[in-house]
């Protein structure tokens, strides 16, 4: 049982991975050294079980189950953040306070000297907050005499000596500059500089009543029960709320400074569920609490669901890549041919189109360095990949050697002469909520097409309002399926249509002839790609070919 669920924990985090492969511009700096690193050259499971062995096997089973239920852990734990470099030396650390028997009153002391070496190195080496949970973690040990002071000093100046000699060799060796110590020109840059405010600054209170919530989900409300029932539970989560209280002194707030928490509030959750399900059976809370514990974890699959299938569409630079490479095969290149030259735009960069997804051209993956050496593909047909930024659509299009773009602008006319959109890649925005029809007839869109169809037909006496006339987004046209089409026209048409009735129902008689085509709004809508989608749905009119107005436009008799 032990290991389906140490497969479990691992597994999860797999998935995410797998859904969602690419990566966005808050992952590069160690996506792409990684790259560099293996290109040129130069666990949770343990902490499950000190859970086990520390509060019992069935609140390893729970901490498990929340764990791999919940949504920002798994899925960053494959992510290159320096927050997830930093994640696993803090949970082991966590393990090692931890392991111990129920009634051991002290982490053995080989234990504790370890957990501190291990934070300190973190804070020195990769994220310097962690210092801010090291604080209350050792204040606490010296409270309760787990430690004495001389000790501590010794293992502290040991552990920040050798890890603050380690971080100077290796990272002044890679930026090659002498004497840097990157943690440190952070801290000064964002906190005494105060620099960090520039990304955005959030109330005092945000971490608990924003971010926490965010990141714990139902586990938030099951770790509080478990700090009521357990005195053990109290002392494990004080350095944790006491790092979520300091932290919040700064003014710039990202859920990921504080992920460190979350296997701590997990295991006080799972205590408080452990608690729900000991209950005597006799009596009625014994009965009713169990049955909370699946409602709790089925709440956290549906948002993490929800999340998940969201970060999987949030990375279009990453999907467009890759889409390019499998339209355009590396081995269909034909050598007299032009050279592909490949522009990713910023926001392409930023989401997801990194170098590890540039494989046809140097450096090569050393397990295919024997395949591109002695393989059909010539030299010639390797790609370029350009991320020049500041240029336009337009100054790139007029590059001679720029062959695509990957871009989220849109090109104009004069523009779509000489290229063509190949195919259209849809990002996430926003969550909205959909009911497929207009239910309510006045939203702020049919609010202003009211207005200004009654100033035409009011102030213009010499025009005269026949309809409506809609152009499709490029990516439904492009790649939407037929069912999303049809959904869209009927969404315009209903459109017409409502305001059709408000039109009607505000202006007299008079005005009334002043405005659509025997007594109703004609709709216009469909192109060449997507014409009879529209006139299934109830279009009047569709435009084929370059022309809009005049001639090409072909009004429908039914």
């Known amino acids: 049982m032990s290991v389906v669920l140490d497969c479990l924990v691992l597994a999860a985090g797999w998935i995410h991975v797998l859904l969602a492969p690419h990566t966005k511009v808050e992952e590069s700096f160690n996506l792409h050294a990684t790259h560099d690193v293996m290109m040129y050259g130069i666990g949770p499971d343990t902490l499950k079980n000190a859970v086990s062995r520390r509060f019992g096997g069935l609140s390893g089973l729970f901490f498990t189950l929340l764990t791999v239920t919940q949504f920002h852990v798994p899925f960053w734990m494959g992510r290159t953040i320096p927050n997830t470099f930093a994640l696993l030396p803090v949970n082991i650390a966590l393990w090692l306070l931890l392991d111990r028997a129920p009634n051991q009153l002290k982490p053995s002391e080989k234990n504790l000297n370890t957990a501190i070496t291990l934070l300190t190195f973190t804070a020195v080496v990769f994220r310097a907050e962690v210092l801010l949970l090291l604080g209350p973690i050792v204040i606490q040990s010296l409270v309760k005499k787990h430690i004495s002071l001389p000790k501590l000093i010794r293992v502290g100046l040991f552990s920040a000596s050798l890890s603050l000699g380690l971080t100077l060799a290796v990272d002044s060796y890679f930026w090659d500059q002498p004497n840097l110590w990157p943690e440190f020109a952070g801290l000064y840059f964002n906190v005494y500089e105060g620099k960090s405010a520039e990304w955005g600054t959030s109330g005092h209170l945000e971490y608990f009543i924003s971010h926490l919530p965010k990141l714990l989900l139902t586990s938030l409300p099951l770790s509080l029960l478990g700090a009521l029932r357990d005195q053990r539970i109290r002392d494990l989560l004080l350095p944790y709320v006491a790092f979520v209280g300091l932290i919040s002194f700064l003014g710039h707030k990202e859920w990921r400074f504080i992920i460190y928490v979350v296997p701590a509030f997990n295991i006080a959750a799972a205590r408080g569920a452990r608690w729900m399900v000991s209950l005597p059976k006799s009596k009625l809370p014994g009965q009713i609490m169990p049955l909370y514990i699946p409602v709790f974890l089925a709440i956290n699959i549906v948002v993490t669901y929800m999340l998940t299938l969201a970060s999987a569409s949030n990375y279009p630079g990453g999907q467009a890549l890759a889409l390019l490479h499998h339209i355009y095969p590396l081995q269909q290149q034909n050598p007299l041919s032009v050279r592909t030259h490949v522009h990713i735009s910023n926001l392409a960069a930023q989401t997801g189109a990194s170098l590890f997804l540039q494989s046809n051209a140097l450096p090569f993956p050393p397990t295919l360095e024997p395949y591109i050496h002695t393989s059909h593909v010539a030299k010639e047909s390797w ?39 190949v195919r259209s890649v849809e990002g996430f925005v926003k969550w909205h909520l959909d009911s497929g029809i207009i239910s309510v007839p006045v939203t702020d869109l049919l609010k202003e097409l009211k207005n200004v169809a009654k100033t035409i ?6 025009l005269r309002l026949q309809g409506l006339m809609t ?5 439904k046209s492009l790649n ?10 009927e969404r315009l048409k ?10 009607t129902a505000e202006l007299g008689p008079s005005e009334q002839a002043k405005w659509g085509h025997d007594n109703r709004l004609l709709l216009s809508m469909g192109m060449s790609s997507d014409f009879e989608a529209a006139l299934k749905a109830g279009s009047d009119i569709v435009r084929v070919g370059t022309g809009i107005f005049g001639a090409r436009a072909k009004k429908l008799e039914h």
């Open 383 to 421: 790609w370029t990949y350009n991320k020049t930024e500041g240029l336009t659509v337009e100054d790139l299009t007029a590059n001679k050697k720029i062959t695509h773009l990957i871009t989220e602008t849109r090109p104009n006319a004069e523009v779509e002469r000489d290229w063509k959109v």
């Open 457 to 462: 037909i009011t102030e213009c006496p010499r």
């Open 471 to 475: 152009i499709g987004a490029l990516a």
């Open 480 to 489: 939407a399926s037929e069912t999303e089409e049809n959904s869209d026209f």
């Open 494 to 503: 209903e459109t017409r249509d409502v305001l059709h009735e408000l039109l």
